[in-house]
C-alpha cells in the first residue's frame, strides 16, 4: 500500500512536470528566444516539495491544502500568460493553407515513419522525433493556446484525483470535490475562450491583463479542500452565541458560497458586464454565461440567508430544551431508581432514600 502512494505521488508530479516543460517549449517556439527556458526553473519548487513530501508526508497530502497543485500552478500559469498576450500570432491562416500544409507535413511524416521501420536505427528514431516536434510547431497557434488551457485544466482535476489524499478528507469529500472542479473547469475554460476571442479585448491590453488576472484568481480554488471539509462542533459552541455556531455548523457550505461569489462567479459576472456595456461586446453566449452568473451569485446568496434562518431558529429553540432538562434534577433522579433498588439500599451501591417506615408495637418495647 505504501508502494502504490509513492507511487501515485511521484506519477502525479511528473505529470505536473512534462505538461509544465510542454507549456515552456511553446513560449520559446512563440517568442523565438531560447532565454524563456528559464521558466523552466520553476519547477526546482516541485522538486523540493517532492522530496519533502516523501520524507515527511510518506506521499500522502496534507489537511487543507495541496502544495503540488499550487505550485504546478506557479510553473505552468506563467507560460499561458506569454502566450496569450503574444497575440500577433493567435489568428489562424486560411482553410485551404492549413489544410495544404498539414496534408504536407502528413506525407513527410509518413514517409520518414515508413523508412524508419525499415532500417530500425537510432538515428532514424530521433530523426522521427524531429520531425514529429516539427508538425507540432506548425498547429496554428491559437489551437496550440487553447490545447494548452484544456489539458491544463484536465491536469488539475486528474493530478487531484490521482494525488493521495491526505488524513483531513475521506474519499467521499474527495469524490465531491472533483466534481466540483469538472463544472468549475468548463466554466473558466468558457471564460478564457469566449473573452480573449474577442477583437475588441485584443485591441486592449489592459482589458487582457485584467481578464487573465481574473483568470488566475480563479485558479486558487484548486489547490484547496475546503469547500467539502466538515468540522463537528461541540456542544459548548450553542452558549457563545449566533456567530460562533453559524461559522462552525456551516463551515463547508461558507467556504462553497465565498469561494463562488469572490473567486468565481462574482468576478466573472463583473467582466462579462463590463465588456457587454462599456466595450460593447454582445453575444449569445455572452449574454448566456453572464445570465447563469447572475444566478449563481443570487442562488448563493438565498442559501447564505436560509442558512442563518435555519441557525437562529435552533437558538431559540435551545433555552427550552436547557430549561426542561434543568428544571428538576431531582425528580428525573428519583424516577431513575427502580423499585429493586430500593431494597438492595448501600449494598447495590445506591444511597438508600429516606421513607417513613410502621412502627409495630413490638418495636416501641424492645424485649429485654
Avoid at 113 to 125: F, I, P, V
Wanted: charged content about 15%.
Amino acid at each position: 500500500m505504501e508502494a502504490l502512494v509513492l507511487l501515485n505521488a511521484l506519477a502525479t508530479r511528473l505529470l505536473f512536470l512534462l505538461h509544465s516543460l510542454v507549456g515552456v517549449w511553446r513560449v520559446t517556439e512563440v517568442k523565438k528566444e531560447p532565454l524563456y527556458w528559464l521558466l523552466a526553473l520553476l519547477n526546482l519548487l516541485l522538486f523540493l516539495e517532492t522530496g519533502l513530501t516523501l520524507k515527511f508526508k510518506r506521499g500522502r497530502g496534507y489537511k487543507w491544502f495541496s502544495p503540488a497543485i499550487f505550485l504546478y500552478l506557479i510553473s505552468i500559469v506563467p507560460s499561458l500568460w506569454l502566450l496569450e498576450m503574444h497575440h500577433e500570432t493567435q489568428h489562424c491562416s486560411s482553410r485551404s493553407e492549413g489544410t495544404s500544409q498539414n496534408t504536407s507535413s502528413k506525407e513527410n511524416f509518413n514517409q520518414t515513419l515508413m523508412s524508419s521501420e525499415q532500417s530500425n536505427g537510432a538515428g532514424d528514431l530521433i530523426k522521427t522525433a524531429r520531425v514529429f516536434v516539427n508538425n507540432l510547431s506548425t498547429v496554428c497557434e491559437k489551437v496550440w493556446t487553447l490545447g494548452l488551457h484544456q489539458t491544463f485544466l484536465l491536469m488539475l482535476i486528474i493530478g487531484r484525483w490521482l494525488l493521495p489524499i491526505g488524513g483531513g478528507i475521506t474519499r467521499d469529500q474527495l469524490s465531491q470535490l472533483l466534481l466540483m472542479f469538472v463544472g468549475t473547469a468548463a466554466d473558466i475554460l468558457e471564460f478564457t475562450s469566449e473573452t480573449l476571442e474577442e477583437q475588441n479585448v485584443r485591441n486592449s491590453p489592459a482589458l487582457v491583463y485584467a481578464i487573465l488576472v481574473i483568470w488566475t484568481w480563479s485558479m486558487l480554488q484548486f489547490p484547496l479542500d475546503l469547500a467539502v471539509q466538515h468540522v463537528v462542533c461541540p456542544l459548548s459552541v450553542a452558549t457563545k452565541g449566533f456567530p460562533s455556531l453559524f461559522f462552525c455548523q456551516y463551515s463547508a457550505d461558507l467556504w462553497n458560497i465565498g469561494i463562488s461569489i469572490f473567486i468565481q462567479d462574482g468576478p466573472f459576472l463583473v467582466v462579462r458586464l463590463i465588456l457587454m456595456t462599456y466595450f460593447k461586446v454582445i453575444n449569445q453566449m455572452l449574454v448566456f454565461f453572464a445570465a447563469k452568473n447572475f444566478l449563481v451569485v443570487v442562488l448563493q446568496l438565498y442559501r447564505l440567508v436560509v442558512l442563518g434562518m435555519d441557525v437562529r431558529a435552533s437558538l431559540r429553540n435551545q433555552p427550552g430544551r436547557l430549561k426542561a432538562e434543568h428544571s428538576c434534577p431531582c425528580e428525573q433522579a428519583v424516577s431513575e431508581i427502580s423499585p429493586g433498588d430500593w431494597v438492595r439500599g448501600s449494598n447495590g451501591g445506591l444511597d438508600t432514600p429516606l421513607q417513613a417506615l410502621p412502627v409495630t408495637p413490638e418495636d416501641s418495647h424492645p424485649t429485654p
